[in-house]
T-cell receptor, first 116, second 110 residues
Framework: GAVVSQHPSRVICKSGTSVKIECRSL??????MFWYRQFPKKSLMLMAT?????????EQGVEKDKFLINHASLTLSTLTVTSAHPEDSSFYIC????????????FGPGTRLLVL | EDQVTQSPEALRLQEGESSSLNCSYT??????LFWYRQDPGKGPEFLFT???AGEEKEKERLKATLTKKESFLHITAPKPEDSATYLC???????????FGQGTTLQVKP
């Protein structure tokens, strides 16, 4: 149980284009999902908290117009990187909060984005 | 400022050589402490949740313990397949945010 998937697993795009990443909770409903970014040999940094049916809450320093988050249903959240630039290249990981109420987050496998 | 620190940064063990990883924290309020395992190029895999000092959890060769200031992940008789980065994270009670440590990269040699 508590499986989270992400698609795509890897994407290469040209500078200036937009890229959409999907995060799905496969066997449970998640009212809250999270988006993280991880740089090489660094830990995870929270970008935003996504709540189903409401606007996402962004961390300080994260541009909400650049990183668009949509939590359309209890099992799907999407992150769109708009007008991507090489500095946006990174490993993006989503997580979904489990239903036990204990705050455990279950993570997806991550999406490797390379902007040329 | 909420802070989570893990040590050592890297650890090399021989197969069968037991050891412990440390996670110390200074936070405004702890709702829970989590241990994850992360393999290269993959997302973190959930291992344990600890909620109060004195609590212990076990899974195969791993045992996690919690005090008011730190947590330990004990690895007993490790195998090469235990090689990974182990992440500690604290869920802050008043913000609901998960603050991660920098991780400990464990390498177990046969």
């Amino acid at each position: 149980g508590a499986v989270v998937s992400q698609h795509p697993s890897r994407v290469i795009c040209k500078s200036g284009t937009s890229v959409k990443i999907e995060c799905r909770s496969l066997d449970f409903q998640a009212t809250t999902m999270f988006w993280y970014r991880q740089f090489p040999k660094k830990s995870l940094m929270l970008m935003a908290t996504s709540n189903e049916g409401s606007k996402a809450t962004y961390e300080q320093g994260v541009e909400k117009d650049k990183f668009l988050i949509n939590h359309a249903s209890l099992t799907l959240s999407t992150l769109t990187v708009t007008s991507a630039h090489p500095e946006d290249s990174s490993f993006y990981i989503c997580s979904a909060e489990g239903t036990s109420g204990g705050g455990t987050q279950y993570f997806g496998p991550g999406t490797r984005l390379l902007v040329l | 400022e909420d802070q989570v620190t893990q040590s050592p940064e890297a650890l090399r063990l021989q197969e069968g050589e037991s050891s412990s990883l440390n996670c110390s924290y200074t936070v405004s309020g702890l709702r829970g402490l989590f241990w994850y395992r992360q393999d290269p190029g993959k997302g973190p895999e959930f291992l344990f949740t600890l909620y109060s000092a004195g609590e212990e959890k076990e899974k195969e060769r791993l045992k996690a313990t919690l005090t008011k200031k730190e947590s330990f992940l004990h690895i007993t008789a490790p195998k090469p397949e235990d090689s990974a980065t182990y992440l500690c994270a604290v869920l802050i009670s008043n913000t609901g945010k998960l603050i991660f440590g920098q991780g400990t990269t464990l390498q177990v040699k046969p």
